[in-house]
């Protein structure tokens, strides 16, 4: 048992727990070259190496087991996580599974939201650590000095708007829906690496060896600087990244638990000349240097670093990262301001990755300024990617590395899609259009809207007028009994419409019956003599609408239609639910075509400073009617199947039912329809991986001698016995009985 450190560690704790049961900092026993790979970070899997032995953060519940170094003492602490333990490490977020943390950034605020067929970047320009901690800046030390970074991603940048926006489109697929659209023309995002004082090495021939073994972080994710050269003006950069590297010494074999299965690896040979490690991965033999990765099971396998020691010093050893990445940036003119297409991903030219790399020579140093990358999104198919709603655009890309690092732009899908309200121009027959809308009162109406008499269009059906437009003063008695009336109060986003039919009237106790769709009767009392003074006010709604009545026998009125207390020819609009103002025109027999439009003002945009009209049309067949939606700015119309579906900016979407007539359904939304857009940036990129511990060695006890044969002893009275040692239920309990398994065998 002495020979085994992780038993000895276990005992410390068991005894320590004991004497302070509210400690969870144990300390271990001094030894020499001791380090930690994760500096005690509760959130990151560490392996601490010390005495020979190499112990790895592991869980036990919602408990993490720590291991880490303090003044070269091999320490372990006890930390209860809150939002749970995973695979080494405390959860940031709360959630397992085997999938990998994220942290997510919605783009666009309540002040400004990104509408449809708007660009990204003229919603969010810049992105830096004060949006997002995943573009954290830091420091990076070199034997030239140490310099600041930060790190910028940028959607708008000053040579003009970068792509990405949403659009109403049909895809590659023949699907027809809301995406956010990408043109492969354009770049997507700016990504920059900035280096305030200079990222400086000196010149060793080509090389730039201070860089070398330094660590910068590339949108979230930490990254090696392997090699660095400077060739002429050309500079090249090779970066290399993956999940906390794992030691493997010559001959040793690890198993490693993915997701998808168990990854063997066996460290055949280091050549310690040219530090080349030849490994055995799942029966692959696989030859690499410090740098290089390999792809095995799907799984990128990188070396790390590489260790030989002296003879009799020690075995040779390597740090092994698994879903590793390397990158390779290359400028060749540090010193203008083009974007060069060379980087490679993982050994793989990327064509769609454009590299700009500034620096600045300087006699025998050089110094890195800058590092931008930028990238034309590859479609799968096509020269356009349609991100379709609930997904990312990595999905839809044909070389998803192009983006880097391990972060993704999120389509969300459009904002109001559940709050809309249905209007809808129903054909009855062949000869006659109804309406059908609700108020903002959430009223439901439908109406006899447009008819086709004798080869003629007028509003209403064949015996009655539907009339929205007043009379040319008090006197012109246009309504008669059993037409309706479309009453508003207001001729805006906030009128309420009615609709009431006059029924009759009563001369003899002066008063005049209206029906009102849906609210019912209402009575109207009137004073004066009729076709000569008689007037009496109809309230609907809360609101006044004057009537003037005629004289006999037809009794016809005069109606206020927008309740401002006068007839003066005014038009009133059919205000909907959410705002919108069907502007019926000012005819009310257009004869050969009615056109009309669906109105949403200004004020109910994130940011317009004009009205959206949409153009709708009913058309004379000659004994008939139809309709259609003309081509028009601010509406996209497709067709699939005969049928033209349509999207206008502010949200509102149209569908025209081939049919004999036509049908148009309209979904006018409650509030203007905005991107759901977000970027999210996963914790880890590979898929889920543990080191398999191996199993505790157990020595077994050497058998007790025969002990010598003794007299019985003279009985003396049984003292009391010692209350038992109690352990309590938990982690502590757990231990003692692995420690007592260990020690019995």
């Not at 190499?54 to 087991?65: E, S």
Request: proline share 4%.
């Amino acid at each position: 048992m002495k020979n085994n450190p992780t038993v000895l560690i276990a005992l410390f704790i068991l005894f320590a727990a004991f004497l302070s049961a509210q400690s969870q900092v144990f300390t271990g026993f001094a030894v020499t070259d001791c380090d930690d790979s994760d500096n005690a970070n509760l959130y990151e899997k560490g392996t601490t190496s010390a005495g020979g032995d190499t112990l790895i953060d592991y869980c036990d519940g919602d408990a993490l087991i720590e291991y880490f170094c303090e003044s070269k003492d091999l320490r372990v602490k006890v930390f209860q996580c809150d939002k749970g333990c995973d695979r080494g490490a405390c959860l940031k977020t709360a959630g397992k599974g085997g999938k990998s943390a994220k942290r997510s950034l919605k783009l666009g605020s309540v002040s400004n939201q990104i509408e449809i067929g708007e660009f990204v970047g003229d919603v969010k320009e810049t992105l830096s650590e004060f949006d997002t901690d995943a573009l954290k800046s830091g420091k990076v030390y070199t034997k030239s000095g140490a310099s600041d970074f930060n790190q910028y991603l940028r959607f708008k940048t000053n040579d003009g708007v970068l792509d990405g926006r949403i659009l109403f489109a049909e895809n590659e697929d023949d699907e027809i829906g809301d995406f956010l659209v990408f043109e492969d023309k354009n770049f997507t995002f700016e990504y920059e690496l900035q280096f305030e004082s200079g990222l400086t090495s000196e010149i060793d021939s080509k090389s730039l060896p201070d860089l070398e073994d330094e660590s910068v972080f590339i949108l979230d994710r930490e990254y090696m600087i392997d090699s660095a050269e400077l060739s002429g003006t050309r500079v090249t950069l090779k970066l290399v990244s993956g999940d906390a590297p794992s030691r493997i010494d010559e001959g040793e074999s690890k198993k490693y638990q993915l997701e998808n299965g168990v990854l063997n690896i066996e460290v055949l040979n280091i050549d310690d000349s040219n530090k080349r490690v030849t490994l055995l991965v799942n029966g692959k033999t696989k030859k690499l240097i410090k740098g290089e990765v390999a792809i095995v099971e799907d799984v990128v396998i990188g070396i790390r670093d590489v260790f030989v020691n002296e003879v009799g010093e020690g075995s040779d050893f390597i740090f092994l990262y698994l879903g590793a990445e390397r990158v390779e940036f290359k400028d060749d003119d540090y010193s203008d301001n083009d974007f060069d297409q060379t980087i490679k991903v993982n050994g793989d030219s990327i064509s769609s990755g454009y590299t700009k790399i500034k620096g600045v020579k300087s006699g025998d140093d050089f110094e890195i300024l800058s590092l931008k990358y930028r990238m034309k999104p590859r479609a799968k198919s096509g020269s356009t990617v349609y991100v379709p709603p609930k997904k990312g655009l990595k999905e839809f890309l044909r070389d998803p590395e192009a983006m880097l690092a391990n972060w993704d732009i999120v389509y969300g899908g459009l904002s109001s899609q559940d709050e809309k309200v249905m209007v809808r121009v129903d054909p009855r027959g062949g000869d006659q259009y109804d309406l059908e809308f609700q108020n903002i009162k959430g009223e439901q109406y439908d109406v006899p809207f447009v008819v086709n008499k004798g080869g003629n269009l007028a509003t209403g059906d064949d015996d009655n007028t539907l009339f929205f437009v007043e009379g040319l003063n008090t006197t012109d008695f246009v309504v008669a009994r059993n037409d309706y009336l479309v009453l508003t109060n207001r001729n805006n986003k906030n009128g309420v419409t009615n609709i009431a039919r006059y029924s009759s009237i009563d001369t003899s106790s002066k008063v005049v019956d209206f029906d009102e769709l849906i609210e019912g009767s209402k009575k109207l009392s009137y004073s004066g003599t009729e076709g000569v003074d008689a007037v009496g006010d109809l309230i609907i709604s809360g609101h006044n609408y004057r009537v003037y009545i005629g004289g006999a026998p037809d009794y016809k009125l005069a109606v206020d239609l927008n309740s401002d207390g006068d007839v003066a020819s005014d038009e009133t609009n059919v205000v909907v639910k959410g705002g919108g103002l069907f502007d019926l025109g000012t005819n009310q027999t257009p004869n050969n075509s009615f056109n009309f439009t669906l109105t949403t003002e200004s004020s109910q945009f994130d940011s317009s400073s004009s009205d959206e009209v949409i153009n709708i049309e009913i058309l004379n067949t000659g004994s008939g009617v139809d309709l259609t939606i003309p081509t028009q700015s601010g509406v996209t119309i497709e067709t699939a199947s005969g049928n033209d579906l349509a999207l206008s900016n502010y949200g509102v979407f149209m569908k025209k039912d081939d049919d004999d007539p036509d049908e148009l359904k309209i979904e006018y939304p409650l509030s203007q329809a905005v991107g759901d857009l977000e970027l999210v940036f996963f914790e880890t990129i590979t898929k889920s991986i543990e080191v398999i511990p191996p199993p505790p060695v157990v020595q077994t006890p050497k058998p007790l001698p025969t002990p010598p044969k003794v007299e019985p002893p003279v009985q003396q009275p049984a003292p009391t016995p010692e209350p038992p040692i109690i352990i309590k239920e938990s982690w502590l309990k757990r231990l003692w009985n692995a420690i007592m398994h260990v020690i019995v065998g």
